[in-house]
């Protein structure tokens, strides 16, 4: 509890003291990037104490973090009397903004004025907050173990740079090296340990809920502000009462719904279809598990581990009928596995790339900045805040840095449009705003990418893995029936121009198949290729492509789902212009922005049916769980944006209708969360309210209680290379170096060759490992503790267990630094 309040209070302290920078950065939003205050001010004063430690600037100490806090403290105090003038705003002004002398007695009273107007969103962000950051907490206290999936990954990065004096900080599982791994998220984690003297197992919990807490109010903000924003300019009344209630559909659609795999759990759980002439829809489906017939009795309680299989809704067949794994989580699914991976750590700063986005459709940062003699017109403020923020992303979760360079030029496009309408010149304009940004966003952030690699080997063609129409919608049918209502049912007074949203969509459509027809042919020219064709039962790859696109007309009302949905969006996107009207009618602003994310998103969902990235998993498996993250992230803004709109602006027997229908759905969407939570959780502990902590590393007093006190004593020991087993992953093996924070000779080889995109910097390890712990030599033990410059050498019970262990030489030539019960560390002086 304790610790939670002093994460409570620092966070909230960090928010206030970013607030005077947020609410002159953010001059079109209405509520002046007030709810990103908390993750702005995180972002900065992650960026600042990261960079100046990686120029040795800083040391990787609370003295650093206290330096860093005091620049970020004078960024904001610089925010509220810069000498650069600007328009003093008056209420909830959305719109262009002109140049205007403010005093900067004025500018410090604006500040004051808007909090006093807006106390009612003010407590409505920060008791969304606090409730959401301890529900989670509590959430977490009754599942906190970092064992199994990826949680010993995550928790050993957090030690690892909590221990590194500087940075880039030491690979925790392969000593010598720095991490090859986007591992910003995990600075900003080990950050607010140091400075709360956190440990690293309170740490991972705590962040997590803290993600979670802070993309609450992010979506809740970004939809307060698209609502406020829309309904102003449609002069409604109440527009900022209606925006604050409204905006809680955002962090329901974002964090709380799940997919309709939760609802189909719970009918085959019950027997539905097993016992009539419907039992064919379980069949017909084809999905791993739910197609297996239930136990009998019938119960409305699904299958313990039930709530595993909603991220694995997607089901890849080869055309011989083998499966393919496929993952496609969404937020719920993550933050209930309890993995604190970079998808997860980047959503929050997502949201505030939206803001951004949105903040500068609106005409926020209007003006003129020229960068290697080009003028872009974005005032050079807004392009600092996106650099970094884009560079951060990068940093946080690289899949993320394209998809939200697109968002923020889609946004300027619009903005471009919206002033001079439609014309060539755009491509021009957009290439000059988007090229030099996506440069500095690198160049902000280069310390990172000299010790970066990456396993991304080029793109690949998905030809003949087609996702159903039944595998989509049983993933997405929470999000696409509101969006396809709001696009359908609310078209506004503009008239959709299909002739053009049929080209675009069916040329990109054909752009994809004919780029993945042409990979798979020059691709089943070589021997892998050929082998691949062969494995598929075909002699030529012509047979494979006939047979791949018979699949894919077979499995269209997948295909089909995208192209209606995406045509839509683009047919009301495009429907404020015609050959007379260059000016975007005002009213439709906001919309015109979800528009986007609607098509943003269903791109995000269309491109792996055609490519997909090449990584050592092989398959589209990595590619189609980024992008449909990402497409769940947009999509669920436009869904809630659309229940909103809908809700108030319907009339009669066409609200009626929708407030039904959108009951169901939610229904179904809640279903999961509200099954899996106590499934999960073991019923949120009641049965043993003593057993709860946010200590992930706690299990390891339980079960393993001579290695936890042993580790403990590591972690204060003096910097050094451990020696302990190597075995798999996602085992107990490297538990030393994860808890401890020292680095290990090796420990995940699988995981290293992914971050690596080989093994080639193992190299024999492994083998070196065994032979020191088996050998009576010690000539040979002497050279392999001298090769990885070796300091601690840990025998355990797993050390025991794995190696045939000859503890003779370590007892004649090293020193016994530690030994209680079945655990002796060896150091080496």
């Known amino acids: ?25 953010f001059p079109a939003l209405s509520d002046r990037g007030y709810s990103l205050s908390r993750a702005l001010g995180l972002l900065l004063w992650g960026f600042i104490f990261w960079l100046l430690v990686s120029f040795g600037i800083l040391r990787n100490e609370v003295g650093g973090l206290l330096f860093s806090l005091f620049l970020i403290i004078a960024l904001s105090s610089r925010a509220i009397w810069a000498g650069e003038d600007e328009r003093k705003l008056h209420g909830n002004l959305t719109g262009p903004y002109t140049p205007g002398d403010v005093a900067w007695g004025e500018r410090w009273a604006e500040i004051p004025g808007w909090l006093k107007k807006n106390v009612r969103y003010i407590l409505s962000i920060e008791v969304l907050f606090i409730i959401a950051f301890a529900a989670w907490a509590f959430v977490r206290a009754n599942n906190p173990e970092t064992t199994g999936t990826e949680k010993p990954m995550e928790i050993a990065f957090i030690n690892a740079i909590i221990h590194s004096p500087t940075f880039p900080p030491h690979d925790p599982w392969l000593s010598g090296y720095a991490i090859s791994y ?10 607010l340990a140091m400075f709360t003297s956190t440990n690293g197992g309170i740490t991972f919990n705590l962040m997590l809920s803290l993600v979670f807490a802070l993309s609450v109010i992010g979506s809740y903000g970004l939809l307060y502000n698209l609502l406020v924003s829309y309904w102003e300019r449609k002069n ?34 019950y027997g ?31 299958r313990f581990w039930f709530w595993w299989r909603a991220s694995r809704v997607v089901h890849d067949y080869d055309l011989r009928g083998n499966f393919i794994e496929v993952i496609d989580e969404f937020p719920f699914f993550s933050y209930l596995l309890g993995d604190l991976h970079p998808h997860v750590l980047a959503m929050p ?13 609106l005409g926020g940062w209007q003006g003129v900045t020229e960068i290697f003699g080009l003028k872009i017109p974005v005032r050079k403020q807004g392009l600092a805040l996106i650099a970094v923020v884009l560079g951060g992303l990068a940093f946080l979760n690289t899949w993320d840095f394209p998809v939200y360079l697109a968002v923020i030029s889609g946004a300027f496009l619009l903005l471009l449009v919206r002033e001079r309408g439609w014309g060539w010149y755009l491509a021009e304009e957009l290439l000059k705003f988007s090229i030099p940004l996506a440069f500095a966003s690198i160049a902000l952030y280069l310390p990172f990418y000299f010790s970066f690699s990456s396993q991304a080997g080029g793109i690949l063609p998905n030809i003949i893995f087609p996702t159903r129409g039944a595998y989509l919608w049983i993933m997405f049918a929470p999000l ?20 053009i949203a049929s080209l675009l969509i069916a040329g990109l459509v054909l752009a994809l198949w004919a780029v993945s027809t042409l990979l798979g042919l020059l691709i089943g020219q070589t021997e892998i290729g050929a082998s691949f064709i062969t494995s598929q039962g075909f002699s030529s790859v012509w047979d494979l492509l006939s047979a791949a696109a018979q699949r894919r007309m077979q499995y269209g009302a997948g295909l089909l789902t995208l192209v209606l949905l995406v045509g839509g969006a683009l047919a009301y996107l495009f429907a404020p212009f015609d050959e007379t009207e260059t000016e975007l009618k005002p009213q439709l602003s906001s919309r015109i922005f979800v528009l986007m994310l609607v098509v943003l998103g269903g791109l995000l969902v269309l491109a792996p049916e055609f490519v997909y990235l090449r990584d050592q998993f092989g398959s589209r498996m990595n590619t189609v769980f980024k992008f449909y993250y990402q497409a769940w992230l947009f999509w669920s803004l436009a869904a809630s944006f659309g229940c909103v709109v809908c809700i108030r602006e319907l009339r009669g027997l066409k609200l009626g209708l929708f407030l039904g229908l959108m009951t169901c759905v939610l229904f179904i969407g809640l279903t999961y969360p509200v099954l899996a939570l106590p499934n999960k959780t073991d019923n949120f502990g009641f049965a043993n309210p003593e057993r709860r902590t946010l200590d992930g590393s706690g299990y390891l007093e339980t079960y393993h209680r001579d290695d936890n006190l042993a580790i403990q004593w590591l972690s204060f020991a003096q910097p050094g290379v451990v020696a302990e087993a190597v075995g798999g992953s996602y085992s107990e093996f490297a538990r030393v170096s994860t808890y401890s924070g020292q680095p290990s000779v090796l420990g995940w080889p699988g995981h290293e060759s992914q971050w690596r995109g080989g093994a080639a910097e193992m190299g024999g390890r492994a083998d070196e490992l065994a032979r020191l712990y088996t050998t009576p030599s010690w000539n040979q033990a002497k050279e392999i503790l001298q090769n990885y410059n070796i300091r601690y050498v840990y025998i355990g019970s797993l050390e025991r267990a794995t190696y045939a262990v000859d503890e003779r030489k370590f007892l004649a030539n090293l020193t016994v630094a530690y030994k209680q019960g079945q655990v002796v560390i060896y150091e080496n002086p």
Do not use: C
């Open 1 to 25: 509890m304790l610790h939670f309040l002093v994460w409570y209070i620092t966070v909230s302290l960090l928010g206030l003291l970013t607030f005077p920078l947020v609410f002159r950065l």
């Open 182 to 191: 986007y591992y910003f998220g995990y600075v900003l984690a080990a950050m």
């Open 236 to 269: 409604k009344v109440g527009a900022n009462i209606s925006s604050m209630l409204g905006a809680f559909f955002a962090p329901l659609f974002l964090v709380l719904i799940g997919n309709a795999e939760g609802f189909l759990e719970l009918l085959r759980a």
């Open 272 to 302: 539905f279809g097993w016992s009539n002439s419907s039992a064919n829809l379980w069949t017909w489906l084809n999905m791993k598990d739910l197609s297996e017939a239930p136990t009998v009795p019938y119960t409305w309680n699904p």
């Open 349 to 361: 700063f997502g949201l505030l790339a939206l803001a951004i986005a949105f903040n500068l459709y």
């Open 480 to 499: 696409l029936v509101p969006q396809f209502l709001f696009i359908f049912i609310m078209p506004g007074k503009s008239k959709p121009n299909w002739k």
